[in-house]
């Protein structure tokens, strides 16, 4: 697990858990660069998500559908394309100054105007990676920043990789409102068969989706308590995933 200097993680340590710490003035969206460290060399395959997730179905076959594959790594995809992802989130975007680093932007990376990868999920071969990718990504944001100024890895990503990635199935994960009864139809555009059953959902959300619903901006409640593919309240889904926690990585005792 990645954590910051300062976190108490005795008790994951405890457990068998392999803990990266990551100095706290580096602690920031941009900490998923460390990915791309040798650390993470001792493993052939790596599955990294963010915490606003549910487990809905066995992570085997995530690790199941993807290991075999010759793309590096895998991830879903919004509908959003790069450019528009970056300009959402610089409400400077039409200042000069930005609007110049845009355009250099497209010059250098024109895939910019292909759809974003979401870096909520993470799949690859680490001994696939080409070496010095951490630093390619921090030069990159360093290069980019006045245009990224939430620091997003995300975006990162995209500019700086986009060639080393692939998207995962629906089978693997997708974003909640993708997996509701409406939108779970065949769809060459959203990549759905109609019949899967994604194994995380991604809730987008600062919260966790067991405890707390979110108000859209039209009043409308989405996301929170229920998982609608599997008909049941998220709480329990992730008291499930505890339960599995806790018997795959018990707490050691001493002797």
Request: aromatic residues 12%; contains cysteine.
């Amino acid at each position: 697990m990645l954590s910051p200097s300062d976190c108490d993680t005795t008790d994951f340590e405890k457990r068998g858990v392999h803990v990266f710490k990551i100095p706290e003035k580096e602690w920031s969206f941009l900490a998923k660069f460390h990915l791309f460290t040798p650390f993470f060399q001792q493993w052939q395959q790596v599955l990294c998500t963010d915490l606003d997730i549910v487990v809905q179905g066995g992570l085997h076959n995530v690790f199941d559908a993807l290991s075999s594959r010759e793309t590096k790594i895998y991830s879903t995809m919004e509908d959003s394309d790069i450019l528009s992802g970056l300009k959402r989130w610089d409400t400077e975007s039409e200042e000069p100054d930005h609007a110049a680093m845009y355009s250099a932007l497209l010059e250098r990376y024109p895939h910019v105007t292909k759809r974003m990868y979401n870096a909520s999920f993470i799949f690859y071969t680490p001994s696939a990676i080409p070496s010095g990718m951490k630093e390619k990504l921090q030069s990159t944001h360093e290069e980019f920043a006045l245009i990224n100024p939430t620091n997003a890895d995300q975006m990162i990503f995209n500019v700086a990789a986009y060639d080393l990635f692939g998207e995962a199935s629906k089978n693997c994960a997708c974003f909640f409102g993708c997996d509701y009864p409406e939108n779970r139809v065949p769809s060459e555009t959203r990549g759905w068969k109609g019949d899967e059953v994604p194994a995380i959902l991604h809730y987008t959300r600062w919260h966790a989706p067991w405890i707390e619903k979110c108000i859209c901006d039209d009043g409308q409640e989405m996301g929170g308590y229920r998982c609608h593919r599997l008909g049941r309240i998220c709480h329990e889904l992730y008291a499930e995933n505890l339960a599995a926690f806790e018997e795959e990585f018990p707490e050691k005792t001493n002797g």
